[in-house]
Nanobody, 123 residues
Framework: QVQLVESGGGLVQPGGSLRLSCAASGSIFSLYAMGWYRQAPGKQRELVATITNSGNTNYADSVQGRFTISRDNAKLTAHLQMYSLKPEDTAVYYC?????????????????WGQGTQVTVSS
């Protein structure tokens, strides 16, 4: 199994910055695409940014140019650097990963979620 743990959330003023981190652990053979999603109160979970294991990135239009996703394949981590934060960025941010891990049958590929970290942008 794979565990994802997010950190770095908090309260920040509009225009401020935050850096989220996601650490993967478990019996991992390979990490494929990783991503960040967010869910605001009363809204559906939405994609923020994704990154492949070769470094190709994709961003939601709403964060393009303000957020940067990165990863360290050796450390099994992913990060989301957020700049120019707006009140509408307030949400719980979730890390997601597609991974190949050990199982009783040898190996299994699955999609995993972290528990989420709260980001609040408010003055």
């Amino acid at each position: 199994q794979v565990q994802l743990v997010e950190s770095g959330g908090g309260l920040v003023q509009p225009g401020g910055s935050l850096r989220l981190s996601c650490a993967a652990s478990g019996s991992i053979f390979s990490l494929y695409a990783m991503g960040w999603y967010r869910q605001a109160p009363g809204k559906q979970r939405e994609l923020v940014a994704t990154i492949t294991n070769s470094g190709n990135t994709n961003y939601a239009d709403s964060v393009q140019g303000r957020f940067t996703i990165s990863r360290d394949n050796a450390k099994l981590t992913a990060h989301l650097q957020m700049y120019s934060l707006k009140p509408e960025d307030t949400a719980v941010y979730y890390c997601n990963a597609d991974a190949l891990s050990a199982s009783g049958l040898g190996a299994q590929r699955g999609n995993y979620w972290g528990q989420g970290t709260q980001v609040t942008v408010s003055s």
